[in-house]
């Protein structure tokens, strides 16, 4: 799935795993020399540039500043690539490396003890251009989300998921908005109203990373589990909620009142329908005559591209984040057997997340410091009081109305363990609400640490509660053979019966 690298083909040598990074950060490595050695360093506007005092010319300074940024992404691949490769290794997805390493190199480890390590991964010279190169990887990642979502899950789901994903989006929410209260004096940002900072943080609290939850469940053995069906079904009707709570409260930090944001939202909302609605039957009959007429996969690269970059430059018009037109996009293409668009989707979302959206994780980075949360005691307090929010939150509503649908408690505790990961899609609601205003720098740190935290408690808690099916791990059907597929329909109306444990 997205920000992950797929598992190892059967017969490859562990030793790959470790040889690739090491020679990603030898490329790395050689252009930084030749950048160094060279001294093609960013000239001194104020300094003698060329032979006769005055600056270079433009061209050597764009071929300078070119070469930074080929530099820095070759740097931030091969960490990324290497913090991905440790994170499977001690069990958890790539992706949680992968933030980790972006988080090691801010300023709250290695840039606070080496600040010259900044200009290796993000050049002073090349940073309005990495910034936007960041800014594309997360609009390509959020197409990807889009175009991974199946709304056919959601017109099938049974009694139980209905019900469920309900109780998990809307307890954690309003634990969220209560919360609120308690910590607004340290997380609002400056100038922004309690309405809108409690609507997002209501938000944030009840967020499931569902990319990042199709690599658990597939690692965890319970893709072909109903447990496993059931939680990504779930997690796909959260995001389409959370989505539309976002764009409401960032609304409403525009328009300064909820009042004010009703025009906004209601544009937004049409707007989404018409997409849906007008935007599908086009791009499948799109994709059928591109299908005959044999055209090349290079333009339809480019149609994918034009439809995420438009989109989401309407939806940021209007009023809302350009993610949310990029989501949008992403849920126009189709979900055909063999499609050559959706090849094409698949092949542009592996070089984005193996080379562009690290490059996000690491602009994250840059703005953590955990070194400026940890000295204030207040800071700490209203840390402690939004990480208990999201897990109780999360694991309560969840559990409580899974078990009052009919499920076993076990399995009601493990799809609320399942729903608790909150991984990308959680950083990236968060930097959405900082760009906007609508939290400060310090709950950014505090929120990002929190959304790392519950993600990585998901596979610990999932054995703990012997739910994993992972070889040498024991089964949810102790002693049994493993499930067969189950599709959607099917599995998310199972009978509380048939999903008990042996």
């Given amino acids: 799935m997205m920000n992950d690298l797929p598992p190892r083909p059967a017969g490859t040598p562990a030793w790959r795993g470790i040889v690739y990074p090491l020679l990603i950060s030898a490329v790395a490595v050689g252009v930084l020399v030749a950048v160094l050695g060279f001294g093609l360093g960013v000239p001194d506007p104020g300094g003698a540039g060329g032979a006769g005092g005055g600056p270079p010319s433009g061209g050597t300074h764009v071929s300078e500043t070119v070469l930074r940024v080929v530099a820095a992404l070759a740097a931030v691949a091969a960490v990324a690539t290497a913090g991905g490769w440790l994170a499977r290794k001690l069990g958890q997805p790539p992706v949680i ?173 049409g707007f989404a329908a018409v997409v849906l609605i007008a935007g599908r039957p086009l791009v499948r009959a799109a994709d059928q005559w591109a299908d005959r007429a044999r055209v090349s996969s290079a333009a339809r690269l480019l149609a994918l591209l034009l439809l995420a970059f438009s989109l989401a430059w309407l939806t940021d018009l209007i009023g809302v984040h350009s993610i949310f037109g990029a989501f949008l996009a992403g849920t126009l293409v189709p979900h055909r057997k063999g499609s050559a668009l959706t090849a094409v989707q698949t092949r542009l979302d592996s070089v984005n997340r193996r080379l562009l959206l690290p490059l996000f994780f690491v602009s994250v980075g840059m703005t953590v410091d955990l070194t400026q949360v940890t000295g204030h005691a207040g800071l700490l307090l209203a840390g ?93 059907h102790e002693g049994t053979a493993p499930a067969s597929p189950a599709p959607a329909d099917t599995a998310s109306a199972t009978p509380a019966k048939e999903m008990e444990p042996a």
């Fill in 97 to 269: 490396g992968e933030i980790a390493t972006g988080l090691l190199l801010g300023p709250s480890f290695l840039a606070g003890l080496l600040p010259g390590s900044v200009e290796l991964f993000f050049p002073t010279a090349a940073k309005p251009l990495l910034g936007l190169l960041a800014q594309v990887g997360l609009i390509l990642f959020m197409f990807a989300v889009g175009s991974e979502f199946d709304a056919s899950q959601l017109r099938r789901s049974g009694r139980i998921v209905g019900a469920v994903s309900q109780g998990s989006m809307i307890i954690p929410f309003v634990l969220g908005v209560l919360s609120a209260a308690l910590v607004y004096r340290e997380f609002a940002a400056g100038g922004i109203g309690f309405v809108p900072f409690a609507l997002f943080l209501g938000t944030a609290m009840s967020i499931t990373a569902f990319p990042v939850l199709a690599r658990i469940v597939q690692e965890s053995g319970l893709a072909r589990h109903p447990l496993g069906t059931m939680a990504m079904t779930c997690a796909a009707a959260c995001d389409v909620i959370a989505w539309g709570a976002l764009a409401t409260a960032m609304a409403v930090a525009s328009a300064g009142s909820i009042w004010g944001a009703g025009g906004t939202v209601l544009l937004a909302a």
């Fill in 384 to 476: 402690a009081v939004a990480v208990v929010t999201a897990v109780v939150g999360k694991l309560a509503g969840t559990t409580v109305t899974a078990r009052a649908a009919g499920l076993p408690w076990r399995l009601s505790l493990g799809l609320g363990v399942l729903l608790n990961a909150r991984g990308v899609t959680e950083i990236v609601v968060l930097r959405a609400g900082l760009d906007a205003g609508l939290i400060n720098q310090n709950a950014f740190t505090v929120l990002v640490v929190m959304a790392v935290l519950t993600t990585v408690m998901t596979g610990p808690a999932l054995h703990l509660l012997k739910l994993s099916r992972r070889p040498g791990a024991r089964s949810v």
